[in-house]
């Protein structure tokens, strides 16, 4: 069975033609990039159905998409990084222009789901997976399967507030203060150097030339990370969490993360289960393939 397996990204879409097996095996026959539309959904549903028309021997689609989704009516009740998603019944419209069997699932669940099917929780029975990006996605595995909540927002980490005193804000949620381009604009600031002029790459060569700003940037930047897993182990009880995004490839980044939940483990005075913190198998396919994994557990 070959599925079309689609990544949407509020920059670009990735897609792949994925051949599968019974035992849920798959190889990607064919794979390509474009654009997102950003002038609203007509564009989109044009574009997906573009890429569709070049692979007319599927047999499903299976879609991963930015915000909150009713993965069982297909419908965005808010779109993340693609607003113009708000309120739209997605699959219904896409399947007018592609008449085959459709799936869609938020871009983390499908991060999670790849993980705990063929990745880093595949052994276990109960993960969460964090992927830092410019926020935070979350997914949540309960008895190997994925748990969506109520409201299919249970995983939507990157809104966990904070702070401690002061007004509400927006900029004191955890997606604010732990997505990736924290840390680039932590060291900036150390550096006197625009924030601009500052990225990951630039962040970790310091970090792993053992950069003492580099290393103090780190070191408050898992600390938050870790409170937060700290939490979500206290309330959710995980056998292992599983990092992705492309600041988990970095060993040092994990070994930070597990120094400072360590230290939190070490002041605590109750005997509690301590956070096994690993990075995720998958990187950048992991949509495509959790996408995958979702249409086949779920059609």
């Excluded at 002038?39 to 574009?47: F, P």
């Excluded at 599927?58 to 965005?76: Q, W």
Aim: charged share 20%; proline share 3%.
């Amino acid at each position: 069975m070959n599925v079309l397996t689609i990544d949407i990204g509020g920059s670009f879409t990735k897609y792949a033609c994925m051949q599968t097996d019974l035992q849920k095996n798959y190889r990607i026959l064919h794979r390509g990039k474009i654009a997102t539309p950003q002038d609203g959904r007509k564009s989109l549903l044009e574009a997906l159905g573009k890429i569709y028309d070049h692979m007319p021997d599927v047999s499903g689609i299976a879609l991963s998409l930015p915000g909150i989704i009713d993965s069982e009516r297909g419908y965005c009740s808010m779109g993340g990084a693609l607003r113009y998603n708000d309120d739209f019944y997605l699959k219904d419209a896409l399947g007018k222009r592609c008449p085959v069997t459709i799936y869609m699932e938020n871009d983390a669940k499908c991060a999670a789901m790849a993980e705990a099917a063929v990745g880093s929780l595949k052994d276990v029975s109960d993960g969460f997976v964090l992927i830092l990006g410019t926020m935070i996605g979350g997914g949540f595995i309960k008895n190997h399967t994925l748990y969506k909540g109520t409201h299919f927002s249970a995983g939507e980490v990157s809104y966990i507030a904070t702070m401690r005193s002061g007004k509400p804000s927006c900029k004191n949620v955890w997606g604010n203060r732990c997505g990736t381009p924290r840390l680039c604009k932590m060291y900036a600031q150390k550096k006197n150097l625009k924030q601009a002029e500052v990225n990951g790459f630039i962040v970790f060569q310091a970090i792993n030339n053992q950069d003492a700003d580099a290393l103090a940037c780190l070191d408050c930047y898992t600390n938050e990370i870790a409170v937060q897993i700290f939490n979500l182990q206290t309330i959710l009880d995980p056998e292992r969490f599983a990092i992705g995004g492309g600041i988990s490839t970095e060993p040092v980044f994990i070994e930070y993360i597990k120094k400072n939940l360590d230290a939190l483990y070490s002041v605590c005075p109750y005997n509690i289960p301590h956070a096994e913190v690993v990075s995720c198998t998958f990187q950048h396919d992991a949509n495509l393939i959790g996408a995958l994994q979702c249409y086949l557990a779920n059609c």
